[in-house]
């Protein structure tokens, strides 16, 4: 509210002149990393009281003696059962005990729980057994909050079910608070629009919709980000893409092809080793795909048993922050790095309003790193970033294998407070010969939220096999699927053409996981059954380089998606090249290719006019950020105030 109010005080404006509002929060995720959380119940089919400690019978690092799994939300003492059961299609196998839902009743009451999740086995073939519970405990106590799986998650795969619904239910008492007093803090002073929430999915919500299924919100800040990067892709023609996305906690890398980012069906929070895949609370909610490691402005240097340089996941924060912030930290982090290499500004940094320690930062490298192995400053510093950009430069190369994609074909957009300082060198390592570095690169996520299309996506279980293809049960299916997600999108599409798209989930029959198979947008026919193996194979060549010939092929899951028709820019025209006007200042830049310090030309962005060329190295200033050139590259302004790097062809080579 109080920077809502700053920024329409410049501006001259007032909350009723605003017609939209969107926010992006990390409250969800912060409530469930924090256990901020409500007092919450799970109540489960008799027999599966203790599916969320089972999980999914495996270990996330097999060999470590020490393992701990990920702390569950609702304690063993608040899990109860009661007698039901449906089967796999649906059927009706033990009908729900209504009394002993209703006993549970004083129970939730005596041990003050604030919401219930209710999960039963296969409630997503057949919800009646959860709607009914759910109407039950609300009769008993209106002021509950209750979450089914049904509705929160509705797909196969019990644990996974069970997690998303109990962390909806955990964070929803918080969530709907929350968003409650947005709303009507922003109706008291005079706002009669719309306010939207950013979901984890890339797409906008309305308040109301979040509400309910809170759960949606955990990635918001980042999917904004990756929106910014395809609209920066679709403006300049740029079909194959990879984001990177470099703030003060995390870097996060997305790939983005044809102008949309890759979608993903699941994702954890809360991880018990922070980037290790398995050791987090799963959620199985529409997210876009991207991977996140430790590795941003703050994170922390060090020297490990091995007297190796490992930096992150640990983050020193705003508070007390890098030690250049001069706030009271004494560990040295990647700012601090780059400022004693020369690359950041003291004096200009975040516009002026944060005057940097160069000593601090040297002292504390020195301390940590150049004294354990006897390094100067600046080869401290240099170690520092060699590993936290050869960190993502991995995590970009394992993503890249993945999702079956060839890393160097790709063009790299770079937005976040330190990713404009770290790309070129990133694109280094990867072999990339060019980068795009949009205008308002340091709030790249809070631009990508004002582009971002009304949406909702809807998915739901329903088992099949093509050769016996049940085109009327899918169509049952994605009809009703349909009607919920334009029901759910109409209030913010405020007139506004929609479109809609349709997947399937697939795989060979007995496989563990599916891939997407994209459906046509009208009913499916019993001899639909050969263009969908084809699409499959397609689509499954793609990421294992062949397919199985007439194996067997099913259908776990259906989707349906609904948005605004996406706003696609107008193609950016490239301007002749003129020499850029002359620099505004140098600054002192330690080259470790040269073991020596070198002056490096320092252009002011705002004094760039379109088609402007910077030969490398140098560095480009703005307010939010700063851009190094390094040798290797060249730098020119486009026409939409986007500063391209390029690779010198003499540069081909090197990395």
Excluded at 277 to 300: N, Y
Excluded at 582 to 604: K, L, M
Aim: with cysteine; proline share 6%.
């Amino acid at each position: 509210m109080a920077g809502t109010r700053t920024i329409l005080a410049d501006a001259a404006r007032a909350f009723a002149d605003i017609n939209v509002f969107v926010h992006g929060t990390t409250l969800a995720t912060n409530a469930v990393i924090e256990r901020k959380g409500a007092r919450t119940a799970l109540i489960a089919t008799e027999g599966f009281r203790d599916t969320l400690e089972i999980a999914y019978e495996s270990r996330y690092d097999q060999y470590d003696v020490f393992i701990e799994k990920p702390k569950q939300l609702v304690p063993r003492a608040l899990r109860f059962t009661v007698p039901e059961r449906m089967d796999v299609q649906g059927n009706v196998r033990l009908p729900l005990d209504e009394a002993a839902v209703r006993a549970l009743v004083p129970m939730l009451q005596q041990r003050d729980v604030g919401a219930v999740a209710v999960a039963f086995l296969h409630a997503y073939a057949n919800p009646a057994h959860e709607r009914r519970t759910g109407e039950i405990l609300l009769e008993a106590l209106p002021g509950l909050s209750v979450t089914l799986s049904c509705e929160a998650c509705p797909e196969v795969r019990e644990y996974d079910r069970t997690s998303t619904a109990v962390a909806n239910a955990y964070i929803q008492p918080l969530m709907a608070g929350y968003l409650a007093r947005l709303r009507d803090g922003f109706a008291a002073e005079g706002f009669r629009g719309m306010i939207y929430l950013m979901t984890s999915g890339g797409g906008l919500t309305a308040l109301e919709t979040a509400r309910k299924f809170p759960i949606r919100l955990v990635e918001s800040g980042p999917a904004g980000g990756a929106i910014l990067a395809a609209n920066t892709a679709a403006e300049r023609g740029e079909d194959k893409v990879l984001s990177f996305d470099m703030g003060g906690t995390t870097a996060k890398i997305c790939l983005i092809q044809h102008y949309t980012p890759f979608k993903s069906r699941s994702f954890e929070v809360d991880r018990a080793a922070r980037f290790l895949k398995g050791s987090g609370l799963p959620l199985r909610i529409p997210v876009i795909e991207m991977v996140e490691i430790g590795a941003g402005g703050g994170s922390i240097a060090r020297i490990d048993e091995l007297k190796r340089i490992v930096v992150g996941p640990d983050s020193a924060g705003a508070e007390p922050g890098p030690a250049a912030y001069g706030r009271g930290g004494k560990q040295p982090t990647v700012t601090d790095a780059d400022v004693v290499l020369g690359k950041i500004d003291p004096t200009r940094f975040a516009g002026g309003t944060i005057h940097l320690n160069v000593d601090d930062a040297r002292t504390a490298l020195d301390s940590a790193i150049g004294g354990e192995l006897a390094l100067a400053s600046e080869m401290a510093a240099y170690g520092v970033g060699e590993i936290v950009d050869e960190n993502m430069a991995n995590a970009a190369r394992v993503h890249a294998v993945e999702r079956g994609a060839i890393i160097g074909e790709h063009t790299m957009i770079a937005f976040g407070g330190a990713a404009p300082l770290h790309a070129a060198r990133l694109a280094e390592k990867l072999g990339l010969s060019r980068i795009i570095i949009p205008p308002n690169a340091g709030v790249g996520s809070a631009v990508g939220f004002l582009l971002a299309p009304v949406a909702y996506e809807l998915i739901h279980s329903r088992y099949m096999r093509l050769d016996t293809f049940d085109a009327v049960a899918a169509n049952a299916l994605i009809d009703e699927m349909a009607h919920e997600a334009h029901a759910l999108v109409a209030p913010g599409a405020r007139g506004q053409k929609v479109v809609e798209t349709r997947v399937a989930y697939m795989r060979y029959v007995g496989q563990g996981h599916e891939i997407t198979v994209p459906l046509p947008l009208r009913p499916l026919q019993a001899d639909d059954t050969a263009t969908l193996r084809t699409e499959f194979e397609r689509a499954y060549a793609q990421l294992f380089e062949r397919h199985i010939p007439d194996a067997a092929i099913e259908a776990l899951s259906w989707s349906v998606t609904v948005s605004t028709e996406a706003r696609r820019p107008a193609a950016v025209a490239s301007p002749s090249r003129q020499k850029a006007p002359p620099p505004v200042g140098a600054r002192r830049f330690f080259d470790a290719r040269r073991s020596q310090h070198v002056e490096v030309p320092v252009y002011w962005r705002n004094d760039l006019v379109p088609g402007a060329t910077v030969p490398g190295p140098a560095i480009i200033a703005e307010d939010e950020t700063s851009t190094f050139v390094s040798q290797t590259f060249d730098a020119w302004l486009d026409a939409a105030g986007g500063i391209v790097l390029e690779r010198k062809p003499t540069a081909a080579g090197r990395a």
